[in-house]
């Protein structure tokens, strides 16, 4: 796995289980960063790239045996450490957190287009519906192109589902 951060060399202690840990999460086919179990290898490799999960949990206690900074005070985590070190600094970037997703989304809510005026546009030529299942007969009627079969067929899910749509967008 490239571009792996496990943080600095010289605060990692029991690297070698450390590494076989993460081998092995891998080989499950479980992402270290949200834990979730993807379908195929490709596919787990794919989420972590494009979610950039490439560190592990932080929440999961498991991992902090890992680094030294959980030594300096027994039966301290290195949050709370941090924490005494920089007051409420934790609470204060999940505050800095809530409020620029708040800003983005309303942000976005102000780009957003009118409902009205929103049309789907074909994957494979210029031609733009009001709404996508008349863009779904357009693709299977005009190119021959049955998506929705495509989609139950291989069973995909929406994160592959996604990538299938990009797919077609960049061979066209």
């Not at 989420?47 to 991992?63: C, D, F, L, S, T």
């Amino acid at each position: 796995m490239h571009h792996l951060n496990l943080g600095s060399h010289e605060n990692l202690v029991f690297v070698n289980e450390y590494i076989e840990h993460l081998r092995k999460r891998v080989e499950r086919q479980e992402c270290i960063r949200c834990e979730k179990t993807i379908a195929a290898r490709n596919a787990l490799m794919n989420h972590i790239r494009k979610r950039n999960h490439r560190e592990v949990n932080r929440a999961n206690h498991y991992y902090d045996k890992f680094y030294i900074i959980n030594y300096l005070e027994l039966g301290k985590r290195w949050l709370d450490v941090l924490g005494e070190d920089f007051e409420d600094t934790t609470t204060a970037f999940q505050e800095s957190d809530e409020e620029l997703e708040a800003e983005s989304w309303c942000e976005w809510q102000e780009d957003n287009v009118d409902l009205d005026e929103t049309r789907v546009v074909c994957l494979l030529c210029d031609e733009s519906t009001e709404r996508g299942d008349l863009l779904i007969e357009h693709i299977q009627e005009k190119h021959g192109f049955d998506l929705l079969k495509l989609i139950k067929d291989n069973k995909l899910e929406t994160y592959e589902r996604m990538q299938l749509i990009n797919y077609v967008r960049k061979q066209v």
